[in-house]
């Protein structure tokens, strides 16, 4: 299964990803691409370093969103994928790109959805959100992309315990060890074998 990581920023999910496929955690797979938003996105390093192909596609360089979004699905189409992942990737996905990859497109986003997720809730605003109101468990989420904000079909979640004295970071960092860079490794090998 070719797969493309879309991201944005440092690329924790990815290296989640590269570690499993690099130690047979996932099979059946390989990372065809990386492709962030951000020229400066420390993701794209860790793609080089990993002998991976990193492509930016950058709303700065288009004069249009259309024009963006269309350089967006022309280098995603370039690289013949079976599943994108988006892991981290804070760019709304114009809805021909969804509607083309129906179901060849997951995230991984950092609530047990329904819990604090759609617009404006995502990095460390999530986590803010969830000690805001004294939640006892929070957790990962990975998820279709459909035409939404965090609504398409769930496919696998994790739970992790909210902890007294839990800062935003604090939180965000457990989620991330222990749900993120477990569920969404496990999820590629699945699809990648089914």
């Known amino acids: 299964m070719r797969?493309?990581?879309?991201?944005?920023?440092?690329?924790?999910?990815?290296?989640?990803?590269?570690?499993?496929?690099?130690?047979?955690?996932?099979?059946?797979?390989?990372?065809?691409?990386?492709?962030?938003?951000?020229?400066?996105?420390?993701?794209?390093?860790?793609?080089?370093?990993?002998?991976?192909?990193?492509v930016c596609v950058s709303k700065k360089d288009y004069d249009t969103v259309d024009a963006f979004n269309d350089a967006l699905l022309e280098t995603i189409d370039s690289y013949n994928l079976d599943l994108?992942?988006?892991?981290?990737?804070?760019?709304v996905l114009?809805?021909?790109?969804?509607?083309?990859?129906?179901?060849?497109?997951?995230?991984?986003?950092?609530?047990l959805i329904p819990s604090f997720c759609g617009d404006g809730f995502y990095g460390l605003k999530v986590h803010e959100a969830a000690l805001a109101r004294g939640v006892k468990?929070?957790?990962?989420?990975?998820?279709?992309?459909?035409?939404g904000t965090d609504t398409g079909p769930i496919i696998m979640q994790k739970?992790?315990?909210v902890r007294d004295g839990d800062t935003p970071?604090?939180?965000q960092k457990r989620v991330m060890e222990e749900a993120e860079w477990v569920i969404l490794?496990?999820?590629?090998?699945?699809?990648a074998n089914s």
Not at 28 to 39: G, H, P
Not at 137 to 147: F, I, N, Q, S
């Open 3 to 54: 797969i493309g990581v879309l991201v944005s920023g440092g690329g924790t999910n990815l290296q989640a990803i590269i570690d499993a496929v690099n130690s047979g955690k996932i099979t059946n797979t390989e990372i065809a691409v990386v492709i962030s938003n951000k020229k400066d996105a420390y993701a794209l390093e860790r793609a080089q370093n990993n002998g991976i192909e990193a």
């Open 84 to 91: 994108i992942v988006l892991a981290g990737f804070l760019v």
């Open 94 to 111: 114009p809805s021909k790109l969804v509607k083309k990859y129906e179901k060849k497109i997951i995230n991984i986003h950092p609530s």
């Open 137 to 147: 468990l929070t957790g990962a989420t990975v998820h279709y992309v459909d035409e």
């Open 159 to 161: 739970a992790v315990e």
């Open 169 to 171: 970071e604090v939180l």
């Open 185 to 191: 490794p496990e999820v590629i090998n699945m699809l």
